[in-house]
């Protein structure tokens, strides 16, 4: 008769090293982490009752937040669920940003916060703790002693849990809860439901977020196209004015046939000025579609700031507009590494701008310097100045300030969206300092070249 053969005994599972934490070399708190850590999972047969019980659980956090478009909702909804589940003595949830790290950040949604930041402190957890939990996309639970016997810490039996919130290979965020005593936490039968919990609370917030985006894109594609509209009907009244001047001056100079010498040059001069309008915003129609197509700039030179300042201001009809200018640019300025034609356009739209935005007899400074590597241009207006909340988007495509008296003066919005790519292609920065009310001054700076320029006469 055959000795019947005895099945081995089935160890319990014990606080250790689980093989598929296992993830190369570690070393700090996230060695130690890997040395005392375990999954919290259910490995031993669960009582049909506390099964049971832990499933309709699920269930009831489906009915209620599965229908949620509110996040805090979704997470108020999961920690109720979660302290039915583990039973625990503080839990709290975190959603990361663009970093994944729950050391500094404040919880979205926590139960006992303030108990959690103790315990913490006991931890002594690491950024390398937090990264390497993320990297096994599974809870892990750190009993009292990780660090020191429970004893030296004069703290009861306990464990502290992070588990992520994931879906696929993306973090969400991460849940921290404290349970009292790691056996309890470790063997009770309803734990391995935590995981199938988080897993829906990660999916319930992934799709809120989701449709949060798809609303925020479908309202951006809105307003660009009323953006979009205003510049149109904005660009054909800018080609239209000047277009009806140059018929009438034209027209007159037709029938009447004998206008005198003072005259004729009066109407010549209005429709050479108007074609030049009409030529400038064609001219800005083309340049935005040159860097919409990333067309590169033409090859950089050694550029003289003062003299294309000057150039420009000679192009300003400043008697016409009753301004007065001021210029305050050293003897030998420094010459800047750049495309001309890009700060030519540049400098002599910011100069429009402050002639459009200022009253009569008002002064605009112009003012240019060289500090260490840089050469910095600079021009200061008195006009009505510029919100706060605007001077944040003012260089962007199509934007235009919403204060009532900057909104009668006509415009495409691009033009300041034209020196930013401009002056950025060429190598520098451009800056805004304004106080409602009382002006306006933008500051450039662009990289020195090695040749100095004499200051051209005004």
């Keep these: 008769m055959k000795a019947k053969t005895r099945r081995p005994r089935e160890k319990k599972p014990q606080p250790g090293i689980v093989p598929a934490l296992k993830t190369g070399t570690l070393s700090g708190g996230a060695a130690a982490l890997q040395k005392y850590a375990w999954h919290v999972r259910n490995k031993e047969k669960s009582r049909p009752g506390k099964s049971i019980a832990g499933k309709e659980e699920i269930l009831r956090f489906i009915q209620k937040a599965g229908s949620l478009e509110d996040t805090d909702g979704i997470l108020r ?122 897993k829906l609370t990660a999916v319930f917030v992934a799709n809120v977020q989701a449709r949060a985006r798809e609303r925020a894109a479908v309202k951006k594609n809105l307003e660009l196209d009323l953006l979009k509209e205003d510049v149109i009907n904005t660009t054909l009244h800018e080609i239209k004015t000047p277009l009806t001047v140059i018929q009438g001056a034209s027209l007159l100079m037709q029938k009447k046939k004998r206008l005198n010498a003072r005259e004729r040059a009066e109407l010549l001069n209005k429709v050479i000025k108007h074609c030049r309008s009409i030529g400038n915003v064609i001219e800005e ?37 009753n301004m007065l200018v001021e210029t305050r640019i050293p003897p030998r300025l420094a010459g800047v590494q750049a495309d001309r034609h890009a700060v030519y356009q540049a400098i002599r739209n910011l100069v429009e701008n402050a002639v459009k935005y200022s009253q009569p007899r008002d002064k605009i400074i112009v003012s240019a310097g060289h500090q260490g590597r840089w050469v910095w241009w600079r021009i200061k207006d008195h006009g009505p100045g510029i919100a706060p909340v605007d001077q944040r988007h003012i260089f962007e495509k199509f934007y235009r300030a919403g204060n009532s008296t900057t909104r009668k003066v006509r415009g495409m919005g691009f033009g300041l969206y034209l020196v930013r790519k401009n002056i950025e292609n060429s190598g520098g920065t451009i800056a805004v300092a304004s106080i409602p009310g009382k002006g306006t001054e933008f500051l450039i700076k662009l990289p020195r070249s090695m040749r100095r320029h004499s200051n051209p006469q005004k």
């Design 77 to 198: 909804h999961m920690l109720e669920s979660m302290h039915a589940l583990c039973a625990f003595t503080a839990g709290a949830v975190y959603l990361h940003g663009e970093k994944n790290t729950g050391i500094t950040q404040e919880p979205a949604m926590a139960e006992g916060s303030a108990l959690l930041k103790k315990y913490r402190r006991v931890l002594h957890l690491e950024e390398t703790i937090y990264q390497w939990i993320f990297q096994q996309g599974q809870p892990v639970a750190m009993p009292g002693n990780f660090r020191q016997p429970q004893a030296k810490a004069g703290l009861r039996p306990w464990s502290y849990v992070i588990a992520p919130l994931t879906t696929g290979k993306v973090c969400l965020g991460h849940v921290e809860m404290l349970c009292p005593g790691p056996g309890k936490l470790r063997y009770r039968p309803d734990t391995g439901l935590l995981e199938v919990l988080l």
């Design 285 to 321: 129609m083309l340049e935005i579609s040159r860097i919409d197509e990333n067309i590169p700039p033409a090859k950089a030179g050694n550029v003289s700031l003062a003299d294309l300042t000057y150039e420009v201001l000679r192009e300003i009809p400043w008697e016409e507009n």
